[in-house]
């Protein structure tokens, strides 16, 4: 098996053999996407590279601030006008992830896939998969550091900002030892770790409390009390004037329950199809149950598209979870 110090350096040789670059991440970006397209992008810009950032939809209005964070072209907005030969996508757990980006590759198109996902099926030219990483952003500082960049504020900001987000603040499980020990690194270089947890995880916007007021109206639980979820409706999305970047964090109101192991956000996308976010108290792979419905994940945090009606859906779904318990 290819070792992870091998796979950073055929990702460093990737990004130092070839020019003009289309850097994507998985639809709907979370702090970990943003963060990495930025990274990939500030690495770029310091090799004289050429590059283009691209995702299927607006990034978080909170993560604005980022460095260049406006300069990731939304493609609902801004169509491309070409296609590239050599694709960087980070933080795309399998393929279907890129979304609409995809047409924007061509068709001999080479990937370098970076990612932290153990659903990640290898779908790069070059892979750089560290499943027990806790971002993708912990993946890049260990490239940065191949590289020997020269650290300043600006980019471990972006890094840290990946590994704050998708480790809710350093609370979940996935903050493993060597996590503090990068955040102790770029605290040391300028990161305002206060104001970024600020930013990041405590300031809400109206719509966002406004869903979750309306999300919780709508909580359902198993009689055991094991299971429990709430549900998200286009016209609930409307009345709160809220975006889906407004959803984060949603999830984990049922899960927090006590004695709940499977908490569930349902988000009917249309008539056909309903978005399901699943986190896990240890005792269920929500991974492995979001792979079986074509979706994926982490053992504590994962997702998955399904068809079919809202109530349909919510059956399928939380009989599955009761087979896993």
């Given at each position: 098996m290819q070792t992870y110090e091998r796979a950073l350096q055929q990702a460093k040789n990737f990004l130092q053999e070839h020019d003009d670059f289309l850097i994507v991440s998985h639809v709907q970006p979370d702090g970990d996407a943003v963060s990495s397209t930025l990274t990939v992008g500030w690495l770029l810009s310091c090799l004289g590279k050429k590059f283009t950032m691209l995702n299927e939809g607006a990034i978080p209005q909170r993560m604005k601030f980022l460095?260049?964070?406006?300069?990731?072209?939304?493609?609902?907005?801004?169509?491309?006008?070409?296609?590239?030969?050599?694709?960087?996508?980070?933080?795309?757990a399998d393929f279907r992830r890129v979304g609409l980006t995809e047409q924007y590759f061509a068709d001999d198109a080479l990937i370098l896939n970076i990612d932290h996902h153990p659903t990640n099926d290898g779908y790069g030219s070059v892979n750089v998969i560290k499943a027990d990483a806790a971002a993708t952003a912990e993946i890049l500082f260990d490239l940065l550091e191949l590289w020997g960049v020269n650290w300043d504020a600006e980019i471990a900001t972006l890094v840290y900002t990946g590994?704050?987000?998708?480790?809710?603040?350093?609370?979940?499980?996935?903050?493993?030892?060597?996590v503090m020990s990068i955040a102790s690194a770029l605290l040391s270089h300028g990161v305002n770790g206060p104001d970024l947890s600020e930013r990041l995880l405590e300031c809400l916007s109206l719509a966002q409390v406004q869903i979750l007021t309306q999300a919780l109206s709508t909580l359902e639980m198993t009689a055991d009390g094991k299971i429990a979820w709430v549900t998200v409706r286009p016209e609930d999305m409307a009345a709160a004037g809220a975006e889906n970047e407004d959803l984060e964090g949603i999830v984990n109101y049922p899960r927090n329950i006590q004695g709940v192991e499977v908490g569930i956000l349902f988000k009917m996308i249309d008539g056909q199809a309903v978005k399901a976010s699943l986190r896990s108290a240890g005792r269920v792979d929500v991974a492995a149950l979001a792979h079986s419905f074509g979706g994926g994940g982490h053992v504590r945090a994962a997702g998955c598209r399904v068809e079919g009606s809202l109530a349909e859906v919510v059956e399928r779904v939380v009989n599955r979870v009761k087979e896993q318990l």
């Open positions: 460095w260049h964070a406006d300069d990731i072209v939304n493609m609902s907005v801004q169509p491309l006008d070409r296609k590239y030969s050599r694709v960087i996508c980070v933080d795309c590994l704050l987000t998708d480790t809710g603040g350093f609370r979940y499980s996935n903050t493993s030892p060597q």
